[in-house]
């Protein structure tokens, strides 16, 4: 079963299509990452997903029902920049915007609790706002868009602003909610996708470009990392590497270079072939798997 299929959702500003004919599904109880440079189109996906923007064309199918009223009936909704009543205390604040989802004034404190308890913030609920960290924020706002027991939960770059304690914070919450919720989140960081979620949508230029499950991605690009290292680092060494036909992407690292490769069979003959014609010192030839970086170097460049 689907619970939201896109087909050839679009939007356009002064002529320009931020979103390009997007056309995609999701599941019921999978976390899926939206992938992208900045610029990609990705915020106002998600948007138009969540019932904030209207699409220039296309359409959302939900449940197999095509929108005909408010989405955000159905849709749990977290912006990349939330705002909060700092004067207000956390449970203040999600009692309020329970009471604005229509629930009724005892039923939005207890859900309140019952939210604060989730995002563990029972500790801080009758502290101010304004006194919360970056990622007790995340993790309130993560609650806010709970409040209505949506279908399903956009969150748009929900750790791109946090530090690192803030970013482990989020991270952990969403994998305890992709238990039991189906999630969508954005994000340029690609670790954080491969870390928590099972399929990825990658955008480019406002493009649909990779889908899937970073599994059945990894094996269909059919790409292999090579990390190198030599001795005394040749003169000329990374662009006498980019010239292989084989390898589409060279990244220097602190102890060599990271070779991202088409055909592995092709590429470390090749590679040897090279490093034995210049007779350069060759200290480190390890073959890696498959990183979502690599897929992404390898989509965007194509």
């Known amino acids: 079963m689907t619970l939201m299929s896109v087909e050839q959702l679009t939007k356009t500003y002064q002529s320009t299509n931020v979103v390009d004919e997007l056309t995609f599904s999701l599941e019921p109880g999978k976390c899926v990452a939206l992938l992208g440079p900045n610029g990609a189109g990705k915020t106002t996906t998600l948007r138009m997903l969540a019932g904030f923007i209207k699409p220039t064309k296309g359409e959302i199918v939900f449940n197999e029902e095509r929108f005909s009223r408010d989405v955000r009936h159905y849709v749990g909704y977290l912006p990349q920049y939330p705002v909060f009543h700092n004067w207000m205390s956390g449970e203040e604040f999600l009692t309020y915007v329970g009471q604005l989802a229509y629930l009724t004034k005892h039923e939005a404190k207890a859900k309140a609790a019952e939210l604060l308890d989730l995002v563990n913030l029972s500790d801080a609920k009758k502290q101010r706002i304004s006194k919360y960290s970056g990622g007790m924020k995340q993790r309130l706002g993560i609650a806010q868009a709970l409040i209505h027991d949506p279908k399903l939960i956009i ?91 084989s390898v589409f992407n060279v990244n220097r690292e602190e102890d060599g270079f990271i070779v991202t490769v088409h055909d592995i069979n092709i590429a470390r003959s090749q590679l040897l072939d090279l490093i034995q014609q210049e007779e350069w010192e060759l200290t480190r030839f390890e073959i890696g798997k498959t990183s979502l970086e690599d897929i992404f170097m390898k989509a965007v460049t194509e």
């Open 155 to 245: 969150l748009d770059e929900p750790v791109s602003s946090l530090d690192p304690i803030g970013r482990r914070e989020v991270l952990n919450l969403i994998r305890e909610l992709k238990k039991d919720a189906t999630i969508l989140f954005s994000t340029h960081i690609l670790n954080d996708a491969e870390e928590v979620s099972e399929e990825i949508l990658l955008m480019h230029k406002g493009k649909m470009i990779k889908q899937g499950a970073i599994s059945d991605v990894s094996e269909t690009q059919g790409t292999t990392s090579i990390h190198l290292s030599f001795g005394d680092e040749p003169k000329f060494i990374e662009e006498r590497l980019k010239e292989i036909d």
